[in-house]
């Protein structure tokens, strides 16, 4: 059975930023729940930082970026988190080496989660094209992310690596 990586506040989990859950009500991951398939990790908790905690968002670039040194993350009052979030990408990475995980489903939007889109590091609700930094380590190492909103995508690749149709 193939396993998935899944941000842990898309299962209820309330280990968000602000203290909540993003949880998503939908059939195939309580199914997937069910079935032991799910192995769920908080980058940004597993990297040291507290729940609650001030909101964090990438300055200049996109998760690649920070992996590379290019970019930082910031709190909106100044702090940089960055060291956190690199720490925590790296354990969500040993994590699914450990489980042999080739699919991951993560919050989207988020400076670590984000797959496609994250906030611009500028506090003000805008955004860019970009991933988090978790997500661009996962991917950088072949691991195939999705955000939440894309369990239809991840079915049909879920088929094709246990050799089946959805």
């Known amino acids: 059975m193939e396993k998935i990586l899944i ?3 898309l299962i209820g989990r309330e280990v968000r930023y602000d203290g909540q859950a993003s949880t998503v009500e939908d ?3 309580a199914r997937w729940q069910r079935q032991g ?3 769920a990790v908080c980058p940004e908790v597993a990297g040291g930082l507290s729940v609650p905690r001030p909101a964090a968002e990438i300055e200049g670039g996109d998760g690649t970026a920070v ?3 290019q970019a930082r993350l910031k709190t909106e009052n100044g702090d940089d988190v960055t060291d956190a979030f ?3 990408a790296r354990h969500a990475l040993a994590v699914a080496r450990r489980e042999e ?3 991951a ?4 939007r988020s400076p670590s989660c984000g797959s496609s889109q994250i906030y611009d590091g500028s506090f003000t609700g805008q955004k860019r094209r970009g991933s988090g930094v978790t997500a661009a380590l996962l991917r950088r190492v072949g691991i195939t992310v999705f955000h939440e909103g894309e369990i239809d995508k991840v079915l049909s ?3 094709k690596l246990e050799g089946r149709p959805r």
């Open 7 to 9: 941000s842990a506040c």
């Open 27 to 29: 059939g195939w991951i």
């Open 37 to 39: 398939r799910l192995v």
């Open 67 to 69: 992996l590379e040194g």
């Open 86 to 88: 690199i720490a925590g």
């Open 101 to 103: 995980i080739r699919l």
């Open 105 to 108: 489903i993560l919050k989207a």
């Open 157 to 159: 690749i879920l088929g």
